[in-house]
Protein backbone atom coordinates (compact mmCIF):
# COMPACT_ATOMS: atom_id res chain seq x y z
CA UNK A 1 0.00 0.00 0.00
CA UNK A 2 1.57 3.27 -1.14
CA UNK A 3 1.77 6.20 1.93
CA UNK A 4 3.21 9.53 1.65
CA UNK A 5 4.30 10.95 5.11
CA UNK A 6 4.95 14.84 5.30
CA UNK A 7 7.22 16.44 7.83
CA UNK A 8 8.35 19.94 8.44
CA UNK A 9 5.34 21.98 9.28
CA UNK A 10 4.92 24.26 12.17
CA UNK A 11 4.47 28.04 13.20
CA UNK A 12 6.95 30.71 11.84
CA UNK A 13 7.22 34.56 12.01
CA UNK A 14 5.77 36.74 8.54
CA UNK A 15 9.09 36.40 6.51
CA UNK A 16 10.17 33.46 7.59
CA UNK A 17 11.22 29.81 5.90
CA UNK A 18 10.06 26.26 6.08
CA UNK A 19 10.57 23.33 4.42
CA UNK A 20 8.31 20.17 4.08
CA UNK A 21 9.28 17.07 3.27
CA UNK A 22 7.22 14.21 1.87
CA UNK A 23 8.46 10.53 1.43
CA UNK A 24 6.35 7.84 -0.91
CA UNK A 25 6.71 4.32 0.70
CA UNK A 26 4.77 1.05 -0.67
CA UNK A 27 5.11 2.33 -4.58
CA UNK A 28 6.89 -0.38 -7.05
CA UNK A 29 6.88 2.43 -9.31
CA UNK A 30 7.71 6.09 -10.22
CA UNK A 31 5.31 8.12 -10.18
CA UNK A 32 4.38 10.68 -13.40
CA UNK A 33 4.14 13.95 -11.23
CA UNK A 34 4.53 15.01 -7.18
CA UNK A 35 4.10 18.28 -5.48
CA UNK A 36 2.15 20.08 -3.10
CA UNK A 37 -1.70 21.09 -2.08
CA UNK A 38 -2.79 23.89 0.74
CA UNK A 39 -6.27 24.16 2.53
CA UNK A 40 -6.82 27.06 4.63
CA UNK A 41 -9.82 26.97 6.78
CA UNK A 42 -13.28 28.07 4.76
CA UNK A 43 -11.75 27.49 1.47
CA UNK A 44 -11.01 24.91 -1.32
CA UNK A 45 -7.73 22.70 -1.34
CA UNK A 46 -5.12 24.34 -4.38
CA UNK A 47 -2.37 23.42 -5.66
CA UNK A 48 0.90 24.97 -4.29
CA UNK A 49 3.42 23.81 -6.35
CA UNK A 50 4.70 20.40 -8.14
CA UNK A 51 6.97 18.69 -10.54
CA UNK A 52 7.06 16.74 -13.90
CA UNK A 53 9.90 15.41 -14.83
CA UNK A 54 12.46 17.89 -14.82
CA UNK A 55 9.57 20.42 -15.28
CA UNK A 56 8.17 22.34 -12.38
CA UNK A 57 4.79 24.56 -11.66
CA UNK A 58 4.28 27.00 -9.18
CA UNK A 59 0.50 29.41 -8.34
CA UNK A 60 0.84 32.67 -8.83
CA UNK A 61 0.83 33.35 -5.01
CA UNK A 62 3.94 31.67 -4.55
CA UNK A 63 6.05 32.08 -7.42
CA UNK A 64 9.27 33.60 -6.49
CA UNK A 65 9.11 32.37 -2.50
CA UNK A 66 8.83 28.65 -3.05
CA UNK A 67 10.59 25.87 -4.31
CA UNK A 68 10.95 22.87 -5.50
CA UNK A 69 14.22 21.68 -4.68
CA UNK A 70 15.26 18.87 -7.53
CA UNK A 71 15.79 15.54 -5.41
CA UNK A 72 17.44 12.52 -6.83
CA UNK A 73 15.28 10.03 -4.41
CA UNK A 74 12.43 9.69 -7.17
CA UNK A 75 9.82 8.67 -4.32
CA UNK A 76 10.43 12.28 -1.87
CA UNK A 77 9.23 15.91 -3.03
CA UNK A 78 10.48 18.77 -1.11
CA UNK A 79 8.40 22.03 -0.58
CA UNK A 80 11.47 25.29 0.41
CA UNK A 81 9.26 28.17 1.65
CA UNK A 82 10.77 31.42 2.22
CA UNK A 83 9.43 34.57 2.86
CA UNK A 84 5.98 33.24 4.08
CA UNK A 85 3.42 35.44 4.57
CA UNK A 86 -0.01 34.88 7.30
CA UNK A 87 -1.93 34.30 3.72
CA UNK A 88 0.66 31.03 3.47
CA UNK A 89 -1.70 29.35 6.35
CA UNK A 90 -2.92 26.18 5.48
CA UNK A 91 -2.64 22.48 5.87
CA UNK A 92 -0.61 21.41 3.08
CA UNK A 93 -0.55 17.90 1.33
CA UNK A 94 1.88 16.12 -0.48
CA UNK A 95 0.54 14.47 -3.65
CA UNK A 96 1.83 12.00 -5.96
CA UNK A 97 0.38 10.77 -9.40
CA UNK A 98 0.77 7.92 -11.72
CA UNK A 99 -1.53 8.09 -14.69
CA UNK A 100 -2.20 3.89 -14.36
CA UNK A 101 -1.59 3.54 -10.32
CA UNK A 102 -3.56 6.14 -9.11
CA UNK A 103 -3.91 9.95 -6.97
CA UNK A 104 -2.26 9.45 -3.72
CA UNK A 105 -2.31 11.99 -1.03
CA UNK A 106 -0.60 12.18 2.49
CA UNK A 107 -2.19 13.33 5.59
CA UNK A 108 -1.02 16.90 5.87
CA UNK A 109 1.18 19.21 7.51
CA UNK A 110 -0.30 22.34 9.27
CA UNK A 111 1.87 25.44 8.49
CA UNK A 112 1.06 28.63 10.51
CA UNK A 113 2.15 32.15 9.71
CA UNK A 114 1.71 34.33 12.74
CA UNK A 115 4.11 36.89 14.81
Known amino acids: QVQLVESGGGLVQPGGSLRLSCVAS????????MGWYRQAPGKERELVAD??????NYADSVKGRFTIPRENNKSMVSLQMNSLKPEDTAVYYC??????????WGQGTQVTVSS
Open 51 to 56: ITGDST
Open 95 to 104: NARHPYFGNY
Open 26 to 33: GNRFNFNA
